[in-house]
């Protein structure tokens, strides 16, 4: 089946940092999708990402389909957006199931 | 509008007990699938529900079971529990199942097995 690998497995960063995660997958995808983890265990929805980019305020993501990545930026982190990123896809020959990397975890101290 | 509803948050079994978890999908949607999370690990499909069939299914044995409502809730039902069973059971929505549509999830039901 369709490999997703994250990176960096782990990220401390100051309030008011920038970062890049990263998310390789081995196969062609219908659907991408980055995930937020908070402490209680919720994924939320950050992006719907197949191709091409999209922002939503301090955050934003890029997925290169040809080249099998996709990146999310967080701009002048904050405390409360620490916790585990997702990056999560649909292979093209797996139906729609979604297949998760290992995931991020951020911690952003104050 | 409701999201995705789980019951309940928390369960503690003893192992060779039974379980049934539930899930009510968002609204205007017609697919669930199940997850488990292990500890530190990323979600690991069971199966997926779309017009009360069982459609796809991960590598899980046959002691995990599911059934789909008319209304689209669902149920996973875990027979012969193992300690190893111990995981956070996430349940997805969306819409659809043969197109890639965005899937949201619930706040998940944590399994204890003692």
């Known amino acids: 089946g369709i490999q997703v690998e994250q990176s960096p497995p782990d990220l401390i960063l100051q309030e008011g940092a920038n970062s890049t995660l990263r998310c390789n997958f081995s196969?062609?995808?219908?659907?991408l999708q980055w995930f937020h983890q908070n402490p209680w265990g919720q994924l939320i929805n950050l992006f719907y990402?197949?191709?091409g980019t999209k922002q939503n305020g301090r955050l934003s993501a890029t997925t290169v389909a040809t080249e099998r990545y996709s990146l999310l930026y967080i701009s002048s982190s904050q405390t409360t957006d620490s916790g585990v990123y997702f990056c999560?896809?649909?292979?093209?020959?797996?139906?729609?199931?979604?297949?998760f990397g290992e995931g991020t975890q951020l911690t952003v101290n104050p | 509008d409701a999201g995705v509803t789980q019951s309940p948050t928390h369960l503690i079994k003893t192992r060779g007990q039974q379980v049934t978890l539930r899930c009510s999908p968002k609204?205007?949607?017609?697919?669930v699938s199940w997850y488990q999370q292990a500890l530190g690990q990323g979600p690991q499909f069971i199966f997926q529900y779309y017009e009360e069939e069982e459609r796809q299914r991960g590598n899980f044995p046959d002691r995990f079971s599911g059934h789909q409502f008319p209304n689209y809730s669902s149920e996973l039902n875990v027979n012969a529990l193992l300690l190893g069973d111990s995981a956070l059971y996430l349940c997805a929505s969306s819409f659809g199942w043969v197109l890639a549509y965005e899937q949201y999830f619930g706040p998940g039901t944590r399994l204890t097995v003692t």
């Open positions: 990402i197949p191709s």
């Open positions: 609204s205007g949607h017609d697919t």
């Open positions: 999560a896809v649909e292979g093209e020959t797996s139906g729609s199931r979604l297949t």
């Open positions: 196969d062609s995808v219908n659907n």
